[in-house]
């Protein structure tokens, strides 16, 4: 950057040479010759590698060097966006969410009051109202905010169904409230639990319901433990189904669920955080059918639709009751004399003061690609599960911890290396068999190929679980991950 230049010329020529690293960044994010990730422990970064260094110091560095720390910062990340990134829900780089990212950043504004954001307000409403469209509520009856991942849209449901039966919650507390319980599957996100414990209700009040060999709810299960909660002087009050689990992608039975719910007049949550965007397509929508009977939703496009981190909507039937929840209308921000409509200052329906702008690069994507393109999107991500599942079927090496063809785009499986297939199937393969994920991935951070995660889940020992959600995705990547697989664990 020379320095003959003008103040303007000088921030346009830095800039640009920013888009440039970001550019580059990007190619090879798309290309399958470069690495997922070029691995390095904490400590190591922290000492610095080859002229990158974390240290702040008193003095300014110059631009030069702030433009060699971007380059390096996103040479030692994890490009996520990669066609073999299988790591996580949210995966892929969609450009034009990219640019409603940035554009964000240059607007730089905050959500809480339509003084600031009257353009955002503005599309967050639109997109609320498309989103009730589609869930199957009226438009005009429901209400909602864009929060900052399932994991804050989860905990809204627990805070507006926790206010709707008690009201005086919000001003007593606690101690003005019953034992109240809240039911979830075995297999839901850990973000109920979370929001127990955050809101002083305890996670052993949040029961774990039975499921299914699939992952589903058992609805007779949930009834029965509904029943014991009420002999045992509790107060059911809320259920969370999963429509599309994190680990096997289950959809848990929503009609049966809200018959449940009307029965003994609790508040029903729908997490459709991973599984929402099957909503879009009218191939799959079916697999939620019963959503349009909840009281509230959880919605990520920031998953399964690709957008860029952070984008989670909650959704909430009933209007006006998100406002009377938290709204505390603090005088110097919510001032009730404005010279516009203030009901557009939706800040105070939030449990936040300031908000990031999460909606304009959902807003856009849509624009750019109507909802036909993400229904087609979609649908391309359950063929390659299915793909997928047909592949590990056709393999010697490989085993699926349930059959049954993929409903969402999670195929979960052992790899099961030669070594233990002379072992027959019980306790002490099993033993053996909950090793070999962790070593293979690890193999696989070390050498940086591609990136898939594992867990146990219930009595199942490790399993690697598969998901798609990352638009550059082809066939011949999932024949590289079985392949890597064998080649990484081959000898263990
Ligand atoms: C079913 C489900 N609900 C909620 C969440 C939490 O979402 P977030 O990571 O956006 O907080 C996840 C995350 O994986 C999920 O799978």
Known sequence: ????????????????????????????????????????????????????????????????????????????????????????????????????????????????????????????????????????????????????????????????????????????????????????????????????????????????????????????????????????????????????????????????IADICKKYDLWMHVDAAWGGGLLMTRKHSFKLNGIERANSITWNPHKLMGVPLQCSAFLIHEKGLLQACNQLRAEYLFQPDKLYDVTYDTGDKTIQCGRHVDVFKLWLMWRAKGTRGFEILINKFLELAEYLYKELKARDNFELVFDGEPELTNVCFWYIPPSLRRIPRGPEQEKMLHQVAPKIKARMIEEGTTLVSYQPQGDKVNFFRMIFSNPATKKSDIDFLLEEIERLGMDL
């Not at 103040?7 to 020529?13: A, R």
């Not at 994991?151 to 507390?173: C, D, H, M, Q």
């Not at 949040?206 to 509790?234: F, H, S, T």
Request: aromatic share 10%.
């Open 1 to 256: 950057i020379s320095g003959e230049m003008n103040g303007e010329e000088f921030t346009e020529q830095f800039l640009l040479e920013v888009v440039d690293i970001l550019f580059s960044y990007i190619k090879k994010t798309y290309d399958r010759k470069s690495k997922v990730l070029d691995f390095h422990h904490q400590h190591q970064l922290l000492e610095g590698l080859e002229g990158f260094s974390l240290e702040l110091s008193d003095q300014p560095q110059p631009l030069e060097q702030i433009l060699v720390d971007c380059r390096d910062t996103l040479k030692y990340g994890v490009k996520t966006g990669h066609p073999r990134y299988f790591n996580q829900l949210s995966s892929g780089l969609d450009i034009i969410g990219l640019a409603g990212e940035w554009l964000t950043a240059t607007a730089n504004t905050n959500m809480f009051t339509y003084e600031i954001a009257p353009v955002f307000i503005a599309m967050e409403d639109i997109l609320l109202k498309k989103m009730h469209e589609i869930t199957g509520w009226g438009e005009t009856e429901a209400d909602g905010v864009f929060s900052p991942g399932g994991t804050i849209s989860n905990l809204y449901s627990v805070i507006v169904a926790r206010y709707k039966r008690f009201p005086e919650i919000k001003t007593k507390g606690m101690t003005a409230l019953p034992d109240i319980t809240l039911f979830a599957s075995e297999h839901s996100h850990y973000s109920v639990k979370k929001a127990a414990a955050v809101l002083g209700i305890g996670t052993d009040n949040v029961i774990a319901v039975k499921c299914d060999e699939r992952g589903k709810m058992i609805p007779y299960e949930l009834e029965a433990n509904i029943l014991k909660a009420k002999r045992q002087g509790r107060v059911p009050l809320y259920v969370c189904a999963t429509a599309g689990t994190t680990v096997y992608g289950a959809f848990d039975p929503l009609a049966n």
